[in-house]
Nanobody, 124 residues
Framework: QVHLQESGPGLVKPSQTLSLTCTVS??????????WNWIRQSPGKGLQWIGY???????YYSPFFKSRSSISRDTSKNQFTLQLTSVTPEDTAVYFC????????????????WGQGTQVTVSS
């Protein structure tokens, strides 16, 4: 059983950088073929896909978040991280990490494991 756990500050000030970590147990983040995603949910926008880092180390971002997002990993800790810069109150949301199998074709967004989500509030 794969388990994902988000962690990081629950409150971030506007203009600062949001940093979150997803700790994975029960499966290596370097094993083919999976991509490890960051997704967020808010009442006004619903679910928004932010980006992923795949088992190869390749990253890919939503065009909406590409300019502000950076996803990296620490393979020794089996963790991957999200940094979202220049945050505003519009970035207030529940942030999830999730695993996605890669089939070599078009994405079907079939996330098979999710973290429980962590609330992040952007406020001064």
């Amino acid at each position: 059983q794969v388990h994902l756990q988000e962690s990081g500050p629950g409150l971030v000030k506007p203009s600062q950088t949001l940093s979150l970590t997803c700790t994975v147990s029960g499966g290596s983040i370097t094993i083919d073929y999976y991509c490890w995603n960051w997704i967020r949910q808010s009442p006004g926008k619903g679910l928004q896909w932010i980006g992923y880092i795949c088992s190869s180390g390749t990253t890919y971002y939503s065009p909406f978040f590409k300019s502000r997002s950076s996803i990296s990993r620490d393979t020794s800790k089996n963790q991957f991280t999200l940094q979202l810069t220049s945050v505003t109150p519009e970035d207030t949301a529940v942030y999830f990490c999730a695993r996605e199998p890669f089939n070599g074709g078009s994405r079907i967004y079939n996330y098979d494991y999710w973290g429980q989500g962590t609330q992040v509030t952007v406020s001064s």
